[in-house]
């Protein structure tokens, strides 16, 4: 499965950004997908995943504002970012939860946040 992130951009505080995960492959829709971000300088973190039924969770720092959700027709995983904040700025990229199932990671999208 390859996976592709888009969406990221330029950002005020208390903006809103909704990223776009597209994959191809036939295992995608069984497979719980997960949106990753790295800040510079710090590791990878999993910021939301959604199980292959639809099930969510998400790391503390995100919830409340971040919804994950999926569209299995479509291949697609999305996540939409409210109230966006300066910490949040980092490479966002989305793969498998766990990641190794899928294994590689794509490029990621960049999202900046001013204050």
């Known amino acids: 499965v390859q996976l592709q992130a888009s969406g990221g951009g330029l950002v005020q505080a208390g903006g809103s950004l909704r990223l776009s995960c597209a994959a191809s492959?036939?295992?995608?829709?069984?497979?719980?997908i997960g949106w990753y971000r790295q800040a510079p300088g710090k590791q990878r973190e999993l910021v939301a995943a959604i199980s292959s039924g639809g099930s969510t969770n998400y790391a503390d720092s995100v919830k409340g504002r971040f919804t994950i959700s999926r569209d299995n027709a479509k291949n697609t995983v999305y996540l939409q970012m409210n109230s966006l904040k300066p910490e949040d700025t980092a490479v966002y990229y989305c793969?498998?939860?766990?990641?190794?199932?899928?294994?590689?990671w794509g490029q990621g999208t960049q999202v900046t946040v001013s204050s």
């Open positions: 492959g036939s295992t995608f829709s069984i497979n719980a």
């Open positions: 793969n498998s939860k766990p990641w190794t199932t899928f294994g590689s």
